[in-house]
């Protein structure tokens, strides 16, 4: 890809380490760890094949769905079909299509205005809903559909007055951080985080979704000489909490919390989980965590503790990012994998690994990503670890390219049952 992605940003953070070396609780986790039988289609289907298998279709800058903004809902709605009828070829299971990437919808919400994604302006009707055309057809094919939801990030660019009129952001810019460049909601005000759980809960009450979904943004990612600005939250809201970070990793622990509760209440079995940036913490920093280098650490400076959320049960399954190869010296792929399994072990959350289909032949890319097995040896070694579930891959357009025959190397040597 030629644009600048979320898994582009997170590989650079950890690309810039040589350098910088300096549902139910049980029951919703239960059918995640052991997939059951998927629905049986008017084609009459078999059962699904174990494990979860799956793709990320982002939206967000028109990544990889729709194409383009101001595309006709014929036309947008067979691009999407065209996605998801890659997925059952390739023999995967689930989707994870993004419907909330900037504070806006993909369906017809009370709280948001539709995305720009879809017409080019923000808050014009774009005629359809691409959420229920999205979930009918997704089941059409046996497949799961996940909505994935950006809590926080408001927009990409930093003009408030672009927003839609009416926007929550320029109703309530007291909400408003911005930062590198961008419009972030303030995740320490307890009136953001409720809103922002009502936002997605709609999508959730309203449609018939096979899970909830996050990615790595909490906090957002570090920008070089800039401070997020949450002091007046901070001084507001911050109780007893003497240090900053501690109150940030508090309020999206709450956040976590919070959200699952409310998805188990509104829609009981079905599971919540987050695809978080790979690295929590690095072994130098703290014995708990892995023998990598990340120039970025979750718990530090995205102030999201997925660790505990893991041990804890506070979500039903999670997908770190491991976006490197094997051997990659500073996060080896195989360190990672280890890592996030022994975190998930004891513990009723299922285990998937987040794949990087998008820097196969790359020619930015170490030697590794120009070999057409590499991701084919990912699975190999992930087979190696009984609390693997299976794996997702980042992006579908990738998963559609099949760069290299990598793609299809997958399938044939894995996929085949």
Same mark, same amino acid.
């Given at each position: 890809?030629?644009?600048?992605?979320?898994?582009? !940003?997170?590989?650079?953070?950890?690309?810039?380490?040589?350098?910088?070396?300096?549902?139910? =609780?049980?029951?919703?986790?239960?059918?995640?760890?052991?997939?059951?039988?998927?629905?049986?289609?008017?084609?009459?289907?078999?059962?699904?094949?174990?494990?979860?298998?799956?793709?990320?279709?982002?939206?967000?800058?028109?990544?990889?769905?729709?194409?383009?903004?101001?595309? &006709?809902?014929?036309?947008?709605?067979?691009?999407?079909?065209?996605?998801?009828?890659?997925?059952? @070829?390739?023999? !995967?299971?689930?989707?994870?299509?993004?419907?909330?990437?900037?504070?806006?919808?993909?369906?017809? &919400?009370?709280?948001?205005?539709?995305?720009?994604? !879809?017409?080019?302006?923000?808050?014009?009707?774009?005629?359809?809903?691409?959420?229920?055309?999205?979930?009918?057809?997704?089941?059409?094919? $046996?497949?799961?559909?996940?909505?994935?939801?950006?809590?926080?990030?408001?927009? =990409?660019?930093?003009?408030?007055?672009?927003?839609?009129?009416?926007?929550?952001?320029?109703?309530?810019? @007291?909400?408003?951080?911005?930062?590198?460049?961008?419009?972030?909601?303030n995740p320490g005000l307890p009136e953001v985080r409720a809103f922002v759980q009502d936002a997605m809960i709609h999508a959730v009450e309203s449609y018939a979704i096979d899970g909830v979904h996050w990615?790595?943004?909490?906090?957002?990612?570090?920008?070089?000489?800039?401070?997020?600005?949450?002091?007046?939250?901070?001084?507001?809201?911050?109780?007893?909490?003497?240090?900053?970070?501690?109150?940030?990793?508090?309020?999206?622990?709450? !956040?976590?919390?919070?959200?699952? @509760?409310?998805?188990?209440?509104?829609? %009981?079995?079905?599971?919540?989980?987050? &695809? %978080?940036?790979?690295?929590?913490?690095?072994?130098?920093?703290?014995?708990?965590?892995?023998?990598?280098?990340?120039?970025?650490?979750?718990?530090?400076?995205?102030?999201?503790?997925?660790?505990?959320?893991?041990?804890?049960?506070?979500?039903?399954?999670?997908?770190? =990012?491991?976006?490197?190869?094997?051997?990659?010296?500073?996060?080896?792929?195989?360190?990672?994998?280890?890592?996030?399994?022994?975190?998930?072990?004891?513990?009723?959350?299922?285990?998937?690994?987040? @794949?990087?289909?998008?820097?196969?032949?790359?020619?930015?890319?170490?030697?590794?990503?120009?070999?057409?097995?590499?991701?084919?040896?990912?699975?190999?070694?992930?087979?190696?670890?009984?609390?693997?579930?299976?794996?997702?891959?980042? &992006?579908?357009?990738?998963?559609?390219?099949?760069?290299?025959?990598?793609?299809?190397?997958?399938? $044939?040597?894995?996929?085949?049952?």
């Amino acid at each position: 890809m030629g644009r600048i992605t979320r898994r582009r !940003l997170a590989s650079a953070a950890v690309g810039t380490l040589a350098g910088a070396l300096t549902l139910t =609780q049980a029951s919703a986790s239960a059918r995640w760890t052991e997939r059951a039988p998927a629905r049986t289609g008017a084609n009459g289907a078999a059962a699904a094949p174990t494990g979860t298998r799956g793709m990320w279709i982002a939206t967000v800058a028109n990544i990889d769905w729709p194409s383009a903004a101001g595309l &006709s809902p014929d036309e947008a709605g067979a691009e999407l079909a065209a996605l998801l009828d890659v997925a059952v @070829e390739r023999r !995967l299971t689930t989707v994870f299509l993004q419907v909330r990437p900037t504070a806006d919808a993909f369906w017809p &919400s009370p709280y948001e205005p539709w995305s720009a994604l !879809l017409t080019g302006t923000q808050g014009r009707d774009p005629g359809w809903d691409p959420l229920g055309f999205a979930v009918r057809e997704a089941h059409a094919r $046996d497949l799961e559909l996940h909505a994935w939801f950006n809590p926080y990030r408001i927009a =990409q660019h930093g003009d408030p007055g672009r927003l839609a009129q009416g926007h929550p952001a320029r109703v309530h810019p @007291e909400w408003v951080v911005p930062y590198g460049g961008q419009l972030f909601y303030n995740p320490g005000l307890p009136e953001v985080r409720a809103f922002v759980q009502d936002a997605m809960i709609h999508a959730v009450e309203s449609y018939a979704i096979d899970g909830v979904h996050w990615d790595d943004y909490f906090y957002p990612y570090p920008v070089a000489g800039e401070a997020f600005d949450d002091a007046a939250a901070f001084d507001a809201h911050g109780g007893d909490f003497d240090d900053l970070g501690d109150w940030r990793r508090h309020n999206i622990d709450l !956040l976590v919390r919070e959200m699952r @509760e409310r998805v188990a209440e509104a829609r %009981p079995g079905i599971p919540f989980g987050v &695809s %978080p940036f790979a690295v929590w913490r690095n072994k130098s920093t703290d014995p708990l965590g892995s023998d990598t280098r990340g120039g970025v650490q979750t718990y530090d400076d995205l102030y999201a503790d997925v660790r505990t959320w893991v041990r804890e049960g506070w979500i039903d399954y999670v997908i770190p =990012q491991v976006y490197w190869h094997i051997g990659y010296a500073a996060a080896d792929y195989a360190t990672l994998v280890a890592w996030w399994a022994d975190v998930a072990e004891g513990t009723d959350v299922a285990l998937y690994i987040g @794949e990087a289909v998008y820097k196969v032949g790359d020619p930015a890319q170490p030697e590794a990503w120009q070999d057409a097995a590499e991701l084919s040896r990912h699975l190999t070694l992930c087979a190696e670890h009984p609390r693997v579930g299976g794996n997702v891959f980042y &992006s579908a357009t990738q998963v559609a390219s099949d760069p290299l025959g990598a793609m299809s190397r997958v399938v $044939d040597d894995h996929y085949r049952d």
